[in-house]
């Protein structure tokens, strides 16, 4: 009877959540409805010079050696023109083309006909049916989890081929790298206009739309927020976690596999970039579940930013250790390797520790223990558009208590940890900590404006509490 009760209080407590995020998120979460000056210039930029940045980088590699420098020292002193740059450049092929469809076309038979297994049998893991967070429009879509269950199955067919099979190298990633890019950006760019198209004339939930009347700003940031088609094929939570996440362990096997061909041996580097990247990529699809409550599908409409992100920046931008270290191979020392391995496993431990206690602290109300104590808080009340108030607690225990975003700490340090793996010759490595640098200070500021809304002088007391962003005793 008591554990009924229980149940039950459970359930009511949940409903009536829900029913509070619902309000509050009317007005609270999504992208803008104005652009001012400054954001449409960024976007512009952005859209402009994004693509350029990734082809630069990746061409630096395949005719400069990884020297972010000496293309443009070569275009600078006259040795060379943007032609002979370009003319250099290996084209999209009918092979390249049939590879990414047949990636793709396989990526989505996982994801929409393959219902999870994995949560039957796998202990602490969240998958199946899974409720996603209320919408700005008091939305609550159902997801099937099942990114860990694609995550395996590709990766035992990819092991099987590699030493079974051999119907195709092992190296094929790497050996198609820029026709495959002109494949990713011609589906970005396809799904972003898609995604708009779809916005403005069949959108999935008409409530859950935004327009500037801007049309860089909303081709960029999307004017749906959960578009889908049919009942399961949601856009966001597909090109976010597949097919690029699910490739990251692939391009990087893919490398290693290059680097074992091209010089007879795979460097301790490159294995450490392939484990720490690996254990990332897992805990993303461990987590599948909880990505659901992040701000990507919380607030992020899908538009630009996301659908050509996640096929062009994310697969290439983020795997530049394991093609840094194909052109140079770095065998590391011991104490380097060892600390390289320490500082990404403590980030990691830091990340995922942080999560969990916040999780936590959420799932129990407080009525938990936190570092073997009960957990301190700050209790904030806001209002919904309606007028109503309600209530939230922060809390300032834990790692929550050294700062705001802990978080994104550890997420740091083990980005940090990728780089220094590839030494310090080149700066091309390095560009990943330092863009996701930019990134989650970003996401602390956006965050911390919102909450600021939110929460108004309530929010100042926990800042007072919890003064630091990401660094105690720093910033």
Same mark, same amino acid.
Do not use: S
């Given at each position: 009877m008591a554990a009924h009760q229980e149940k039950k209080f459970a359930e009511e407590r949940k409903h009536q959540n829900m029913q509070n995020d619902t309000k509050a998120s009317q007005g609270q979460w999504g992208r803008a409805w104005e652009v001012d000056w400054f954001s449409l210039a960024s976007i512009l930029f952005l859209l402009m010079f994004a693509p350029l940045i990734v082809y630069y980088f990746i061409m630096s590699c395949a005719q400069y050696q990884c020297s972010?420098?000496?293309? /443009? /020292?070569? /275009?600078?002193?006259?040795?060379?023109h943007l032609s002979d740059i370009w003319n250099r450049t290996p084209m999209l092929t009918y092979r390249a083309a049939g590879i990414y469809s047949l990636w793709v076309a396989f990526q989505v038979v996982l994801y929409t006909s393959i219902p999870d297994f994995c949560h039957k049998y796998l202990p602490g893991y969240v998958g199946g049916v899974q409720e996603g967070a209320v919408t700005p429009a008091g939305v609550v879509n159902k997801y099937e989890i099942n990114g860990l269950q694609a995550w395996i199955i590709t990766h035992v067919l990819w092991f099987a081929n590699a030493s079974c099979f051999h119907f195709f190298s092992p190296t094929i990633i790497f050996d198609n790298w820029i026709p495959l890019l002109w494949c990713a950006n011609i589906l970005g760019y396809a799904v972003s206009t898609f995604a708009m198209i779809k916005g403005y004339f069949f959108p999935t939930n008409a409530k859950d739309c935004k327009f500037t009347g801007n049309f860089f700003y909303d081709y960029m940031m999307g004017i749906e927020f959960n578009p889908r088609i049919g009942k399961w094929f949601d856009f966001k939570l597909f090109f976010n976690g597949r097919p690029g996440i699910v490739a990251w362990t692939l391009i990087n096997l893919s490398f290693a596999a290059k680097q074992q061909e091209l010089y007879g041996e795979v460097t301790n580097s490159m294995i450490l970039v392939n484990v720490l990247q690996g254990i990332y990529v897992l805990d993303f699809f461990w987590n599948e579940a909880?990505? &659901?409550?992040? %701000?990507? %599908? #919380?607030?992020?409409?899908?538009?630009?930013?996301?659908?050509?992100?996640? #096929?062009?920046?994310?697969?290439? &931008? =983020?795997?530049?250790?394991? &093609?840094?270290?194909? =052109?140079?191979?770095?065998? &590391? #020392?011991?104490?380097?390797?060892?600390?390289v391995l320490t500082l990404g496993l403590l980030g990691y431990y830091i990340f995922r520790m942080t999560n969990h206690q916040k999780d936590l602290f959420r799932r129990t109300n407080g009525n938990c223990r936190i570092w073997g104590k009960k957990p301190e808080y700050i209790e904030c009340s806001y209002m919904s558009v309606d007028g109503t108030k309600y209530y939230s607690k922060l809390m300032t225990s834990g790692f929550w208590g050294w700062a705001r975003h802990f978080n994104y700490t550890g997420d740091l340090m083990g980005s940090l940890a990728y780089c220094l793996a590839c030494?310090?010759?080149?700066? /091309?490595?390095?560009?990943? %900590?330092? =863009?996701?640098?930019i990134l989650l200070t970003?996401?602390? %500021?956006?965050?911390?404006?919102r909450c600021s809304s939110k929460y108004g002088k309530d929010w100042k007391h926990y800042t007072a509490a919890v003064p630091y962003r990401l660094l105690p005793g720093i910033f």
């Open positions: 972010l420098t000496d293309p /443009l /020292l070569d /275009l600078l002193a006259g040795n060379k909880w990505y &659901l409550k992040t %701000i990507d %599908i #919380c607030h992020d409409h899908f538009g630009w930013y996301l659908g050509w992100g996640d #096929c062009v920046w994310l697969p290439y &931008l =983020y795997t530049l250790q394991g &093609l840094y270290l194909v =052109y140079h191979p770095v065998q &590391l #020392c011991t104490v380097h390797a060892t600390g030494g310090f010759e080149h700066m /091309l490595p390095y560009f990943y %900590i330092v =863009y996701m640098t970003h996401r602390c %500021i956006r965050d911390e404006h």
